[in-house]
């Protein structure tokens, strides 16, 4: 992981569809890293995250619900 995107993520679910929303956030200049997520956080077991950096947080929530990429959960900064 970089060592500037520690601290926030969101949980995506799929494999398939958190390469989608980095795709989609690399269109727009933001770096993020996909990580699997802890089983705890999803519910369903086995489900992949985002990890960016925080200050990107409300840009990445705008580019993702842009492209219709459903997040599960966001966790820290400012959480919505």
């Not at 992981?1 to 995107?5: A, I």
């Not at 601290?7 to 949980?11: K, L, Q």
């Not at 992949?48 to 925080?54: H, I, K, N, R």
């Given at each position: 992981?970089?060592?500037?995107?520690e601290?926030?993520?969101?949980?995506i679910?799929?494999?398939t569809?958190?390469?989608?929303?980095?795709?989609a956030?690399a269109r727009?200049?933001i770096?993020?890293?996909?990580v699997k997520a802890?089983s705890g956080?999803?519910?369903?077991?086995?489900a992949?995250?985002?990890?960016?950096?925080?200050t990107?947080?409300?840009n990445v929530?705008?580019?993702?619900?842009?492209n219709?990429?459903?997040?599960?959960?966001y966790m820290?900064?400012d959480?919505?």
């Open positions: 992981m970089h060592k500037d995107l601290g926030c993520a969101c949980i679910g799929s494999m569809e958190t390469l989608r929303a980095q795709r956030l727009e200049a770096l993020a890293d996909t802890d956080k999803s519910r369903r077991g086995c992949y995250a985002l990890s960016f950096s925080c990107q947080q409300k929530q705008r580019i993702l619900e842009k219709g990429i459903r997040v599960k959960a820290g900064g959480v919505e």
